[in-house]
């Protein structure tokens, strides 16, 4: 699936509780240091993941993944801490260092990209029980499971939406109705 940058109109920083602000990524110099929080993340909640999925994701988060979707950062004291990934309406990503987990880092993000990027649907990795929980405790619904993800490795994924969004369904992809 082709995903176009999506055009940010606001970029100034948003500060809110626990001493976060979010703001747009900087750019590809900013990269190096959100795959590390990308990783720190996935460490601490992707124990499914095989090494050889994780490395392979890893290696195309900076050329192939952030460029695709408007990306924000969570800052704290002047260090970014998580990042959200938006593309039409969907939350494409969010992943918080695991240091930063439990923090409140999550849902700024959540509510920073809800409230003023239209997110509405999100896909998470059915494993990933704790991610499951976290959009569920924030409103979202499972409208449907695919066995695989995206890329055909074997991942079910959980398609969730808030209530009364229309959930984005991708037609080469088997799903399930819940």
């Known amino acids: 699936m082709s995903i176009e940058r999506a055009s940010v109109p606001d970029s100034k920083p948003r500060h809110g509780a626990f001493g976060i602000s979010i703001r747009s990524a900087l750019g ?11 990783r720190s993340a996935v460490d601490a ?20 993944y952030f460029p695709q979707v408007a990306l ?7 260090v970014p801490v998580g990042f959200a990934g938006v593309a039409e309406g969907n939350l494409e ?6 240091a930063a987990r439990g923090t ?16 509405r649907t999100v896909d998470v990795n059915e ?14 619904r499972v409208t449907c499971r695919s066995e695989l993800d995206d890329q055909g490795r ?9 209530p009364g969004a229309a959930a984005t369904v991708d037609a080469g992809a088997p ?3 819940v």
């Open 28 to 38: 590809p110099e900013e990269y190096p240091r959100l795959v590390a929080v990308w």
């Open 45 to 64: 909640t992707h124990d499914f993941l095989a090494a050889e999925h994780r490395e392979e994701i890893e290696s195309h988060l900076a050329s192939d």
């Open 72 to 78: 924000f950062v969570a800052v704290r004291g002047g």
């Open 93 to 98: 990503m969010l992943f918080v260092d695991a």
């Open 104 to 119: 409140g880092v999550g849902s700024a993000l959540l509510s920073f990209v809800i409230a003023g990027h239209g997110v």
């Open 127 to 140: 494993q990933n029980a704790q991610a499951v929980g976290f959009y569920r405790s924030r409103g979202f």
């Open 154 to 162: 074997p991942y079910p994924l959980v398609h969730m939406a808030v």
């Open 175 to 177: 799903r399930t109705r």
